[in-house]
């Protein structure tokens, strides 16, 4: 049976990685790296566990973990080589933009001089886990996608959302256990990530509540990955619905409760908390005031459940999540606390690799790792915390910009998942290293770019006519 699932992995990824290369280098639509992304990245884990568990080669392997970064440096270099007066080119800078190049340029200061006790190759690995998605945010920068390519991102995210519950619909009644256990996952992680399998399930710790509940994450990585990933397709079902004609409006109601099933199915805390957030940030923003009425209703409906139709142990691991009773939840606190004293003990930080649950990180090394910014500042300092949040907060704020002033409808549909979903993620950032979640992460960076890209438009435009006024 794996080498059937084998043989259709291998034959989608190459069909898509060439029909991609194909259409960036001969036809120079360098923009269509997104569509590889946005369609692998949900399944990157799963292919490549499956990839081993058939051939036993950390060499083809290998081959599939590196089409993703080549896939982007692939489209720079068409990019580049499209635009012969490439210093010719007009790109006027923008708050985001300004606060990405000096994070980056900061990480690029940290990798060259000689601090902290990582090794230069594991400094190198971080260094790219950063720069990739610096790179995806600035292709999206420069791209200029009309209504049908637009369409083409927003069905791949509604497809992904719409698979993954349906494989947790299939992990649960069907299969009474996770995918992972029988896609080799275990394996890979012991033979390419040296991680031993731990837990109830022979997986990690993340497939499982203290009480040994089963977090299900479809064919994502994780719970964590499934969860923080559905929040962009319940914020893309959600703008369709709110933006499309009443009679075809309600096509869009089965996107946003399949994003609410594998919510639930996955059991993250952070995701659940940042659903409601993402709800009325959406409804106080945009002045649907609705929405907090349903975002009340929906709270209401869990608490409900949780006290008198949810299993003991779904009841347990809820109030033990709001007391701090469980082990995660003391974890991250624990992890918070180390983390902090690093930056008040060394505000300038420690180095690059020296944080955080990437693969570079050595356990001998690593402090802290459960939360996004003080990953950031562990590492960078308080500066570099500072600009990843100035980062996010510019683009969140740029996005909404473009949604509400944008003539653009797909344009504007888009920099409302990309505002809405970095807004909801801030929560998960607070307990979760969710930069690694490539999917979301990266897909999210390309969504903000092409919104500044917009809101520069839009800026210009503005000012033209103020000069001609």
Known sequence: MELIFFIIISLAVAAGFFWTVQQMVFHGKWEYFIFFLAAFLPFYITSLSVVYLTTRSPLLVSLFQISKEIIVIIAGVVFVLYHRNI?????????????????????????????????????????????????????????????????????????????????????HFVLHAHLQQFTGYALFNMAINDIDPVGHYNLTWTFETTNAMKRLGSFFADPLELASSVLMGFAAGLIWFLTTDKNRQWNYLPIMLCCIGSLIFASSRAS?????????????????????????????????????????????????????????????????????????????????????????????????????????????????????????????????YVFNNSDKLNLARMAFVAGTVKAGLLLPLFTANVEIYTYVSWVSWWMVGISISEYSRIKVKKHTHEIVR
């Not at 929906?298 to 082990?327: S, W």
């Open 87 to 171: 210093f010719n080119y007009p790109f006027r800078l923008q708050s985001t933009d300004w606060f990405m190049l000096a994070f980056i340029g900061l990480t690029v200061f940290f990798l060259i001089l000689p601090i902290g006790q990582a090794s230069f190759i594991n400094k190198v690995l971080y260094f790219k886990s950063i720069l990739i998605p610096s790179l995806v945010y600035m292709l999206g920068r420069n791209t200029d996608f009309g209504d049908l390519e637009l369409k083409r991102i927003f069905r791949i995210i509604f497809f992904i959302a719409i698979a993954a519950f349906l494989v947790n619909l299939i992990e």
């Open 272 to 400: 659940f908390a940042a659903f409601f957030l993402m709800v009325f940030f959406i409804a106080l923003v945009f002045r649907l005031y609705k929405l907090i009425s349903f975002g009340f209703l929906a709270l209401l409906l869990f608490v409900l459940y949780v006290l008198f139709l949810a299993p003991e142990d779904f009841y347990y691991f809820v109030v033990d999540t709001l007391t701090f009773a469980n082990t995660s939840s003391l974890g991250h606190v624990i992890e918070w606390g180390l983390a902090l004293d690093s930056m008040v003990t060394n505000p300038l930080g420690i180095g690059l690799a020296m944080s955080g649950n990437f693969g570079s990180v050595s356990d001998e090394l690593r402090v802290g790792g459960e939360n996004q910014f003080l990953i950031y500042g562990v590492q960078l300092g308080w500066i570099g915390m500072v600009l990843y949040i100035a980062t996010l907060v510019t683009g969140i704020r740029n996005s909404i």
